[in-house]
């Protein structure tokens, strides 16, 4: 095949998608159908949240919601925050996700989940390859019809260079080979400082009145990521791409070959997800020496210093993340947060908060920003449901 043959691939692929996936409402895999405590706490354990909220039946019924309750990106557990159909000739990037929440997820909740496929936009440049960005709205629908949540997910897609590269691959990578990153006792003792001084706001309300514009949320430490680290992520959210063994796993390659690739060491069929777990996978399959994280999990984890800062009475409305780079097997990113201003609302408190993620070169891996819903002391403390 030609690059000429990689355009024209290009072309009626394009044109198939505009012609019969745009507008479409789509029924994406649902992982979890219902929330249990033991969910939530598998989902928490992936995303590295120890908050007691998540974790304590006792201490979730003694909260302003008097029962389990689960993180507002549980709903990856749910359904993975992308939801992406195939362009051929075009490599998919994640490159962010806006979430809004109007209910809190709560215990016993069941869900459905729809995937509306908005207009494919084209971002090629002048004289570059070829680029669209793909994107849909994700809802996350419980038995009573009620919407909880939904995610706008990006995807950029960009042309598939001959020879596997695509180009998306970063600049410095055939110049210099990326290593995994070593640690120190010194580095490893300044993890471990973050980690100490990790504060979860918990019972003890945070009121509106009380934040001031410029104050800081403190740091939640991810990292150094691992093999381990991503298989507890999907293990959360009982990833469905990597949910299957054996036979199952064989029958569903054989008839999906799209969503595999032949490992050249045993020349057997695999998953392509394994490009975030294998060395060999990540290096084939996206040009990468070392495994990557997911971009959808990089999104969660600016929902931590949120989550932590805001307490068991505030509630997480929206949150836009933008990925920058990629985090790959031993990086550690530090996420906190910065208040940009805050303002009252149909009597409730409200907070706008900048974002970000940095790994250990202070390099920006993902930036954004998140509404959080506080209490106000005119109003009280209130369930904050919406």
Not at 55 to 67: Q, W
Request: aromatic share 8%; glycine share 10%.
């Amino acid at each position: 095949m030609s690059q000429s043959d990689v355009l024209d691939l290009i072309e009626k692929g394009v044109t198939k998608y505009r012609e019969k996936w745009e507008g479409a409402v789509l029924s994406p895999p649902v992982s979890t159908h219902r929330v249990t405590p033991d969910a939530v706490g598998h989902f928490a354990h992936g995303l590295g949240d120890a908050n007691p909220l998540w974790h304590s039946e006792d201490h979730a019924r003694k909260s302003v919601y008097g029962g389990g309750v689960a993180p507002p990106t549980f709903l990856n557990a749910v359904s993975e925050g992308q939801a992406i159909v195939g362009l051929p000739g075009l490599i998919a990037t994640f490159v962010g996700a806006e979430w809004e929440w109007f209910k809190m997820i709560r215990a016993g909740d069941r869900f459905s989940v729809t995937n509306e496929l908005l207009p494919l936009k084209d971002k090629t440049k002048k004289k570059g390859p070829r680029q669209y960005l793909q994107s849909g709205i994700l809802r996350y629908v419980t038995q009573s019809e009620d919407v909880t949540g939904q995610c706008t997910w990006r995807m950029m897609r960009s042309e598939l260079k001959l020879g596997g590269k695509g180009s998306h691959k970063r600049k410095d990578e055939t110049s210099s080979p990326i290593q995994i990153h070593a640690y120190s006792e010194r580095d490893l003792e300044e993890i471990y400082q973050g980690l100490d001084n990790e504060k979860i706001r918990g019972v003890i309300p945070r009121y509106v009145e009380d934040v001031a514009t410029g104050e800081e949320i403190p740091a939640v430490v991810k990292g150094p990521l691992s093999l381990s680290d991503m298989v507890a992520w999907a293990s959360g959210i009982s990833w469905h791409r990597m949910g299957l063994a054996h036979g199952p796993k064989l029958r569903f390659l054989r008839d999906h070959s799209g969503l595999g690739y032949t490992d050249p060491k045993t020349g057997a069929p695999e998953p392509i997800a394994n490009s975030h777990f294998d060395p060999d996978a990540a290096r084939i399959l996206m040009g990468s020496p070392l495994p990557l994280d997911l971009g959808f999990q990089r999104v969660a984890w600016l929902s931590h210093p949120v989550t932590n800062w805001m307490g068991d009475s505030g509630f997480l409305k929206q949150l836009n993340v933008r990925l920058k780079g990629f985090v790959r097997f031993g990086d550690t990113n530090w996420c906190r947060g910065r208040v940009v201003r805050t303002w009252h609302e149909g009597g409730e408190g409200r907070v706008e908060l900048e974002v970000l993620s940095q790994n250990q070169r202070a390099e920006t891996t993902a930036e954004g920003n998140a509404v959080v819903v506080l209490p106000s002391r005119k109003s009280g403390i209130q369930k904050m449901e919406a």
